[in-house]
Structure formats: C-alpha cells, structure tokens
C-alpha cells in the first residue's frame, strides 16, 4: 500500500526537489552568458573583478552579481583549470551562498564547487575562510583552486600548523584563506592572548564554508579546542613556599573560617617579603611589586592549606596521595583535585609527591567559533541524515544536488553471519572472486584494530601487504597486464602518512587493487576507475625534462590509464565491502558514495555477525537462537530487507543519543561562550584604547563604593560603623592610611561623605603618580596592569566553572534543573571575577612605585610563552604569567644621593640612596 506522503511526493516533489527548482533560472542565465564571456579576452575576463567590486561599491547586492559572477569563474575554471563546472555544481555553489549545505555525493566535484561561492562573497574584501580537515588537503585545495582565484585577481593564503605570526596574519589579510578547523580555531584563542592589537592575525570573521562539514561541526564537535598551561614541575617552589608558613606567628594573619578565607596582615607581609629575598623569590623588594603576583598567589594557597584544611577532615593522605573528602557525604573523591594550586599547596605541607599544576588558558568549541561568522556555509556527501541538528544548533539547511549523471551503484542487502568468523571467511571469499575478474576492491573497516584483524586474515590466505610509504609500492596494485593476473597485493591506509595516503586511494581504483581502509570520511580524493593519470605521471615523470620524451611516456601512461579504466568497468566498477555497520548511518553511506561516481558501475555490501558491536548490543541474543531453529548452517548468511530497515532504526537510536549529548554539551558552554565573548570583546577595546585614565577611575571609585558599603550600613549612626575594619581594608587595598576613626566623631557625617572623602584621596595619589612618572608613563602602566589581571582573572574563572559543571549535575536530586542552576551560579561567578578585577587593579596601581630612565614596555608578544595546544586534552607548556617590567635597579656606585634620576628602582624596604637612613618608603619613596 502507497502511503499518502509518497503520493503527496510523486505530484508536488519533495521539499528538496522544490528547493532546487528555485536555482534552476539562475543556472539557465548563467548558460545563456557563457558564450558573451567566453569570447573575452584573459584582460578582460580578469578586468570583471575590479567591475564588480565598483558595482558592490555603488551599492549592488551581491546577490545582484550572483549570474555574472558565477559564469566568470566558470569560464576562469576552464582557462585555467580545463574543468568546466556542471550545472548542479552551479546549483550547489549557490547553495553555498545562501548559507546553506550542499550535499553532494563523493566525485560530484565539491572542491570546485566551492570556488563559485567563494569568489563571489570574496567581492566584498572582508576575507572568506575555506576550511577543510587537514593541512594536506589545505596546501592541495589553496594550491589548485588558487589558479583560479588568482587569474580573475584574488589573493589567496593557506593556514597550516608550524606558520609564525607575521605569516598567519599575511594569509588572513588575502581575499580567501584556506586552513583546517583546528588552527582557525587555535588562532581565534591565540589572538584573544595577546597584548598588543597589531599583533592578532584574525581580522574577522566574515564568511566561512567548511569542507566535509559533517565531521568537522558534528564528529570533530565533541570536544573542545583547549590552550593549556603552565605545567613545569615546581615541586621546589611550593615546597620552598609551604617552609614559610610555620615561620609566621598568628599576628602575621587573619583567618575568617566563615567565608574559609586567609589573609596576611602587614606585619606578616614584611617578614615574607624577608623570607623571600633570602630566598630568592622575590623580584624586588615589594609584596605588592607586580612581578610577584604569582608568589603572593601561592603564599596564599599555603596559608589557607595550613590554617583552613584539616587532615582526616577536608582530605586524606592515603598511598602518598591527597585524597579530597566530600564535605557532604564523608566519601573520598579520588580523582578530584583543588584548582588553582591549592592542591599542590596540600601536597607540600604533608610532605607527598607533588603533581603539576593543570591550567586552561582559553577554550573554545567549534559549535560555538563558527557560529561567531557572520555567514556559514558547508559541503559534504552525508549530511542528510544529521539535517536536523544542521537546522536546530547552526541554522543551516541541508540540500540534497542531484548528480551529474544517473546512479548506476548496485547496493546489496546486508548480510548477516551468526559469527565473525563465518563472516571473515565470506569476505575473504568476495575479495577473491573480485581479484580474479580484475575488480577494484575498497574494504571499510571502523577501526584501526579491525583492519589490522582484516590483513592478518588475508596474509593467511596468500596476500601480501604492500608498504604504503613507498611510491614503488604502487606498481604491485596495478593487473596492468591483462593476459595475466599479479600477485596478491593489498594496501591498509592509516594516519601516518596523509599525502601517500591520498595518493594510494586515488589509485585504489585499478584493476586487481585491493584497499582496506578506516572511515572512510574526508579523505579529500576521489578513487577513479583505472587510476588517477595525474598522480602517476607526477610519480613516474617527476624528475623528467619537459621534452618530446616525457611527452611521449605522459601519452602512454594516460593511455595506460584509460585501457585500466575501461578493464575495471568491464568488471564492474568499484566493489565496496563494509565489514560492520557503523553506529552512525551517516559514516555507512560516505563508504557506499566511494563507489558509482560520475555514474560509473559500482556494488556495495555489507557483511555483518551477531558478533559486532551494534548487533551484540540490540539484541542478538533472541536473533541467534531464532536463526539456530531456522536451521541456518554454518558459513550461511540471511539476507532480507526487513534486516536493513531494524539496523537503521538501530542507528536512528544511536544518532538520537548522540545529538541529545552534544546540544546538552552545547547549552552549558553557551553560558561560558557569553562570557568569553564580552570578555574578549573587552580586551579588544582595551587594547584600542590610548587612554584608560577615566576606565581606571571608573573602577577605583566603584571598588571605594564597595569598601564603604561594606563597612557602613546606609543611614548608619557613626557608633554603628565598622571604623576598624575600613581602616584597614582602606589600607590594604588603597595603601592609604586615613583618619577614618576621626571622621566617625564628626556631626552630621554619612557614608556620602566618607566615599567621597576616601575618593579625592585615591585620585590625589593618582594624580601625584601622574605628575611624577609622567602621564604616558602611567598609560602603559594602567593598560598592562588591566590586561594581566583580566587574564589571570579569566583562566581562575574559566577553571572555576570547569569544577562547577563536574559537580553541578548533583542538584538535580533536590529536583532542581541543573542546566538553569548552572547559569544562575556562572552568573554570580562572573560578576565576582569583575569586582575582583577592579580591587586587584586599583590596589596594583595604588601601589606602584617606579623610578626609571625609560618608560615600561608591555610584554611583546613574542615574549609570551609559548603555548602548546591539544583538542580536547591539556598538553604541558610554560610558565605563562607575563609581569610587565617597571624599571631596573641601579648599581649602588652609579647613584647619586643628590640626584633621584641615577637611583633607578628602589625597593620599599631599602635604604633611601639620599643618604638619610631611613628607609626608602619613609623618606622619598613615601606616597
């Protein structure tokens, strides 16, 4: 019986089929002015870039360009290239441009495709990105297409891994840049480190169209792109650090167990300041030098791991370990450790081995970078199958182009064994009866493991493995001689070599070739019937003059090549035998499209066994004691299509999980990617901006506010104030020491009154800083200071919320959405981090002090530390606290006592060269 939807589709077309009708005028428009372009001159053709550009200028549209546009790089294509785009190629480019996928089956031509849209959005001058899976097909595409681009006037670069700054930023400057995913990805990051704006190489991101779209947004999704640091073993350093802390005496620190908080108070600053010169730790002579804000970190941490952490009851040392307790269940959380070096603080004061310190520095999904472009569009053969989460996470509509030529692939019912044995053998069987009629043989396996199992079958039954790495290797695939049959040969493909292996699949496809192959998606190479000539005549002529010889052998092997061709079709094109299903319909069907492109013949077959993973886990246990009633023999299969459709109702299932796991994943880094927005946006302007002075005073006043509110409830009698405790919270973070107990005695006073007193105050000294070290001085100073604490700030924050999300799952038992409960707390931790930045930032710069001859620098970015960077997982690097330098210390000979400019940097606590005995910051370095 037809069901009503089939009838619906037979009269009216699918929806797809009614999308692609659309393009179909546009396509006759572009046909119609093939033969006006085609009789330009290359001057002329080449001159319509600049009219174009005119046209977007005076106010065109590019969709007003889209017909003459795309029939110039037609005929640029077959000048250049001799390729002449089809025109479903047309339609798919336009597809492109509409911010759409295109899906078109393998050796429809994509990499061509892409050209049509590329150019056109390229009009604008704002860079369009074309992003593939790896740097092979990266350099191949930027190289190949970018004949094109470059004969109609276009600039083009490529981005692959091991290019330093100044090259990444020349190729984001060109017209179209093409790279992989990951070093976009890893430069967005990168850029969003830096200290300087000339620096960052990303101009924007404006258009962007992703090759093999399918893995890269949906398989290469799953895990974020990560840039880690400092990870050096300092065991010594915290071991050094942790000695101090039984040295101080309990008027060295204040401790508030209620918020579980650790502070040193004056005195305890000044004997660590000691501590740490003998030491050698500390740069300078101040506590509150800006050098020393990693010290002072890790003193911190071992202050609190000694005072505010009981053994037994907040952790144990269990097997030389510390072992967190959970405060709430009594239960050990191996595994878990303390962030920010606390744990590291732990481990010194119980005297274990201590393990490096862990820190993200910047994170980013790809979900999350390429919907930062303005325009996204993609190209794949497979994407149907996983339209719904195209649509739902990044707006983009599937469609599906019709093929060039009629299908002509033969696909085969799957077929079931009992055991993976029995299968094997039938595998072994069908390689067999393909080798002796001299049919190509693709075999796809889904993992490494199994096609090694594939090859140690095949070397059982007299095959040999050729080595892939050797370019003579190919030789031995080819039955060239068709009078005789060659020798067993099979080739396996892996990772480690990308351009022999794109190579070997571009010559799977000769008579007699046997391939076996993992996942077969985005290999970037089409695998041609009878071989690919240009690979070969590279191969076998490389070294050979240009001459009437090579000439002569390039005409025999393209000869060659087309008897082979003609061979494999009498054999029935490529045979694709799948030896499992893959738990994602989606990688089945890009193994199926390797064979029947440009309506060659083609079969395909899967082999499967109640044995493999997605039949042992939907229940082959009922299956194989049905089959065993039904009488099925050993080295028998049951093929029905009933099978089939249970199988994909299966993966539906599979797929289902998959997409709910990664949206799930996608809506709590959607909370951290609002953050990671506005704050980079921030540093942007930051680093934009000349003059921070009215940013910084902003801030100082905001953090006065908060100090006072704190002390002094609104409409307080004075009796009433914290007077002590403004006191000194004035002079820890303003560094100013006031009669505040004073102001407390006079009539009629308000917390008005004090903020505003405390505010004049903060701004004097300020302005005494301005007057003495000069306004340009203090510029850089303000800038630096703002954009290290921001970033310190930041990876504390961004390590923070990674804990909360490992444990925030928990509320849902006090039926509490976890998701909404996550925003809420990321929320109050940001606006945290904030106010933290604007006390950190006001008390630095209440602090500096600075005597120099030439003013600061900021950090050159070539300073930074070197990243190492990982998908998914931390990888070690160093050290990354960048301090500005404020000044050098003159040799004690050079200063003159009469004469402030010789001195250089004087510390706080040292004698004043003026010669008076005193100390320095009681004598000319007091504020």
């Known amino acids: 019986m037809v069901g009503l939807g089939a ?11 009614r999308k692609i009708k659309t393009y179909r005028g546009k396509v006759e428009a572009i046909n119609a002015l093939e033969p006006e372009v085609a009789a330009l001159s290359d001057a002329e053709l080449q001159a319509r870039t600049a009219e174009f550009r005119q046209q977007l200028a005076d106010g065109a549209k590019l969709d007003d360009l889209l017909v003459p546009a795309f029939a110039t790089v037609r005929e640029a294509a077959k000048r250049v290239l001799g390729q002449r785009h089809f025109d479903v190629q047309l339609i798919g480019g336009m597809v492109l441009h509409d911010s759409g996928i295109a899906e078109m089956k393998t050796g429809e031509g994509k ?81 969003n480190m830096k200290y300087e704006r000339g620096s960052m190489t990303q101009r924007g991101h404006h258009f962007a169209i992703v090759d093999e779209v399918d893995s890269i947004l949906i398989d290469e999704a799953r895990t974020p792109l990560i840039i880690s640091g400092p990870l050096e073993d300092r065991s010594d350093f915290y071991n050094t650090v942790d000695a101090f802390i039984p040295q101080l005496t309990e008027a060295d620190y204040e401790i508030d167990e209620k918020q579980r908080s650790a502070s040193f108070t004056e005195e305890g600053n000044e004997k660590l300041e000691q501590l740490l010169s003998a030491a050698g730790l500390l740069k ?5 030098d800006v050098e020393n804000v990693s010290v002072v970190h890790h003193l911190q941490q071992a202050l609190k791991a000694h005072k505010l952490f009981q053994r037994d009851k907040d952790y144990i040392v269990r097997n030389g370990e510390v072992v967190i307790i ?35 520095l910047a994170s980013v999904t790809f979900q999350n970078y390429f919907r930062m472009y303005d325009k996204l569009a993609g190209m794949t053969g497979t994407a149907a199958t996983e339209a719904d989460e195209f649509l739902d996470i990044y707006k983009l509509e ?31 069987e069908l390689i067999g009866e393909c080798k002796d009629r001299g049919q190509p043989v693709l075999v796809g396996t ?72 993992t996942n077969m998606a985005g290999r970037g190479t089409d695998i041609q019937l009878g071989g690919n000539p240009d690979i070969r005549v590279e191969q076998e002529l490389g070294d050979m003059e240009a001459g009437p010889e090579r000439e002569a052998r390039e005409a025999e092997i393209r000869a060659e090549v087309e008897a082979l061709k003609q061979k494999a079709l009498e054999a029935g094109g490529l045979y694709v035998v799948a030896t499992e299903r893959h738990e994602s319909r989606r990688i089945d069907n890009q193994l199926r499209g390797r064979s029947g492109r440009q309506g060659d013949p083609g079969h395909t077959r899967f082999f499967l066994s109640l044995e493999d993973d997605l039949m042992r886990i939907f229940g082959s246990d009922r299956m194989d004691s049905m089959l065993q009633r039904l009488g099925l023999k050993d080295g028998e299969a049951i093929v029905h299509p009933w099978i089939n459709k249970a199988l994909e109702k299966a993966q539906q299932k599979v797929e289902a999980r998959n997409f709910d796991i990664r949206k799930n994943i996608l809506k709590y880094d959607d909370v951290m990617n609002d953050q990671r927005k506005v704050v980079f946006d921030q540093r942007v302007e930051l680093m934009d901006g000349a003059d921070l002075a009215a940013t910084i005073a902003d801030m100082r006043e905001e953090v006065i506010e908060d100090i006072v509110s704190r002390h002094i409830p609104e409409k307080a009698y004075p009796e009433q104030w914290d007077t002590d405790g403004l006191l000194n919270e004035v002079r820890s973070v303003l560094n100013m020491d006031l009669p505040v107990h004073e102001w407390a005695q006079e009539e009629g006073i308000a917390n008005e009154e004090v903020s505003e007193r405390l505010k004049r105050a903060a701004a004097e000294v300020m302005a005494r800083k301005v007057a003495q070290y000069g306004p340009d001085v203090m510029r850089q100073i303000e800038k630096a200071i703002l954009l290290q604490t921001l970033d310190q700030l930041w990876r504390e924050h961004l390590a923070t919320l990674d804990h909360l999300r490992s444990v925030i799952g928990f509320r849902g038992y006090a039926q509490r959405d976890p998701l909404q409960e996550y925003k809420t707390e990321a929320f109050s931790l940001f606006e945290a981090m904030l106010g933290q930045l604007r006390q950190i930032v006001t008390a630095q710069l209440q602090r500096v002090e600075l005597v120099m001859d030439q003013p600061p620098e900021m950090p050159s970015d070539e300073d930074l530390p070197e990243m190492h960077v990982s998908h998914g997982d931390d990888a070690l690097g160093d050290e990354t606290t960048a301090a500005i330098s404020i000044g050098a210390r003159a040799a004690a000979e050079d200063r003159d006592p009469n004469d402030p400019s010789t001195w250089g940097k004087v510390g706080r606590n040292e004698l004043c060269p003026c010669g008076s005995g005193k100390k320095y910051k009681h004598c000319h370095g007091a504020l």
């Open 7 to 17: 009838i619906a589709r037979k009269i009216f077309g699918s929806a797809n089929d």
């Open 111 to 191: 990499t061509l495709v892409a050209t049509l849209a590329t150019y056109l959005n390229a009009l604008e001058g704002k860079g369009v990105h074309v992003v593939t899976v790896n740097d092979y097909l990266a350099s191949r595409d930027a190289n190949w297409m970018g004949r094109v681009y470059r004969f109609l006037g276009m600039s083009v670069g490529v981005i692959v891994h091991g290019l330093d700054d100044r090259q990444r930023h020349a190729a984001y400057a060109c017209d179209i840049t093409y790279g992989t995913n990951n070093e976009f990805g890893f430069d967005y990051l990168r850029d």
């Open 284 to 288: 300078g002579d101040s506590l509150y």
């Open 326 to 360: 959970d405060e709430f269940t009594g239960r050990m959380m191996p595994g878990r450790r303390y962030s920010e070096g606390l744990h590291q603080a732990l481990e010194a004061k119980e005297h274990v081995a201590i393990q490096p310190e862990n820190q993200t």
């Open 398 to 428: 599937v469609v599906e182009i019709p093929t060039n030529l009629p299908v002509r692939r033969i696909d085969d019912d799957d077929e079931v064994y009992r055991t993976a044995r029995e299968k094997y053998e039938a595998i072994v």
């Open 446 to 517: 889904t993992s490494i493991e199994k096609s090694e199992l594939i090859a140690d079958i095949l070397k059982k039954n007299g095959y040999r493995q050729a080595d892939v790495s050797d370019p003579n290797a190919f030789a031995a695939l080819y039955d060239g001689d068709q009078g005789t049959k060659k020798e067993r040969v099979f080739a396996v493909l892996n990772a480690r070599y990308h351009e022999q292996e794109a190579a070997i699949i571009t010559q799977a496809g000769v008579p007699g070739a046997i391939t076996i192959a």
